[in-house]
């Protein structure tokens, strides 16, 4: 870095003066700034953690004192030590970051902006789960309309009888992936956010299809968090989501197939 650049300072709360002890050491401690950006490569919370705890950087622990902040930065505690790693990462590769705003530590996308996943996750959603005008009720009872949507944007859950435009139903499915499922994969698997859009894309259709809550407890989810190779987590664990009951549905095996070649290829079909 450069020998003129200007120290962050941050003293509006004790969560910012710890970050601030956290840029000083970054900025001079070249083996602490290696051992950050290791964290990065393999989106290891834990080792985080464990950097901060062997460094005393914060021995009063203000990073848990702060909710509000915790929140403001990338939405939930979980994801506090990617945000933080992220930085760090930017720092010790030389991008010289200064003075930086609080608001662009958070990682979360611009909400007047699409994000980058969307333009790959729709066709393959619109692909698999297809167009239906009218609300009917799907193979486990649940009312539905659209490309798979059973609420709309204002929380109202669809009814039978409810009828929508195609147009409409392109700005359900939008909706519903920026404002649910694309949030719920990112807290769910914090280093997803170090992934490329399309392989956000491929989890995302992934986590509309099987639900968040089996997101959460998901073998793939605790193997991504471990740190486990990606692209052999996602070969080895999505197949294993194509069955209906007792049987394996062809359609789900086309769709995980789909989703695998999305995540390590970058295309499908």
Known sequence: MANDQQPFVCNQDPALAFLERLIARIQSDQVFCTALDACVSRGDTNGFFALLEQSDLDPDCTWELDDDWLEGLVGGRGGLPLALALLAGSLGAGHGLQALPLAQLALTTNPSQPAPWLQHALPLIRHFEGLALEAYLDPVGVVTIGYGSTRYPDGRAVQLGDRISAEQA????????????????????????????????????????????????????RRLLAGDDPQQVIAEELPRWSRGGDRELPGLVRRRAAEVALFNAGRYG
């Open 170 to 221: 392109e700005q359900l499915l939008a909706h519903s992936l920026q404002e649910h499922y694309g949030p719920a994969l990112l807290e769910a698997i914090p280093p997803a956010r170090f992934y490329s859009p399309r392989q956000q894309a491929a989890l995302i259709s992934f986590t509309y299809n099987v639900g968040s809550g089996a997101l959460r407890s998901s073998s793939l989810r």
